[in-house]
């Protein structure tokens, strides 16, 4: 079973609708991210989450919300979704402490999300 | 803050040819470097990682990295590229502060190795 995982993986959705993307993973990890993708952007920071009750802002969180409701589980909020949303959704983890801190990020297998 | 430049964002070759894939990173402190490799239809994955030491490292499937703090860079080699290959490759950089919790992606380039 994979690590980190991503629901769901494919969305088409209207203008102006709420849609929550979901992640989950079981590598115990305390640190959770999104990311968007868009063709010649490359991956931009929406949100991070060092643990449960710690929650940041990326460089671009307009537009978007987050729950982190366990260790294991972190989702992200559309509240009322534009075109300009559509991009690929990614959900990735990391952890440890002192040296292995500086270990990678684990990314999720992405959420296309269509906004018409 | 930090930025990455990843100024090819297309780069065919043909198999068993060498490649580059340029990095150039701006940071007013001392940083952390990474390669991200993305398969077609898949999520990203590390390809390799600079820390500190050696200022070459190298993945597990032949390709390398080295570090130049004078030139700013962190240019992806490989002496020869297989069809295998052919993927989306992200650098990104993290400041030594922050290490690995920000993480900031360049636009990508895309490797196409065809026969």
Redesign the interface.
């Known amino acids: 079973d994979a690590d980190v995982t991503q629901t769901p993986r494919n969305r088409i959705t209207k203008t102006g609708k709420r849609i929550m993307l979901e992640c989950s993973q079981t590598k115990g990890h305390d640190r959770m991210y999104w990311y968007r993708q868009d063709p010649g952007l490359g991956l931009r920071l929406i949100y991070y989450s060092f643990d449960v009750k710690d929650i940041n802002k990326g460089e671009i969180s307009d537009g978007y919300s987050v729950s982190r409701q366990a260790q294991a589980k972190f989702s992200l909020s559309l509240e009322s979704a534009i075109p300009n949303q559509t991009a690929l959704y990614f959900c990735a983890t990391s952890g440890g402490t002192g040296r292995t801190l500086y270990n990678e990020q684990f990314f999720g297998p992405g959420t296309r999300l269509t906004v018409l | 803050a930090q930025s ?1 430049t ?1 100024l090819d ?1 297309q780069v065919p070759v043909f198999e068993e040819a060498p490649v580059e894939l340029r990095c150039n990173y701006s940071s007013s402190v001392s940083v ?1 470097l ?1 390669w991200y490799v993305q398969y077609p239809n ?5 390809l390799l ?1 600079y ?1 500190s030491g050696s200022t070459l490292v190298e993945s597990i499937n032949g390709f390398e990295a080295e570090f130049n703090k004078s030139q700013t860079s962190f240019h992806l080699r490989k002496p020869s590229v297989h069809i295998s290959d052919t993927a989306e490759y ?1 650098c990104a950089v993290s400041d030594r502060v922050t ?5 900031v ?4 380039t895309r490797l196409l190795v065809s026969p």
């Open positions: 990455v990843q964002s952390y990474f898949q999520g990203l994955q590390l990682k820390l992200f290490g690995f919790q920000k993480l992606f360049g636009t990508g």
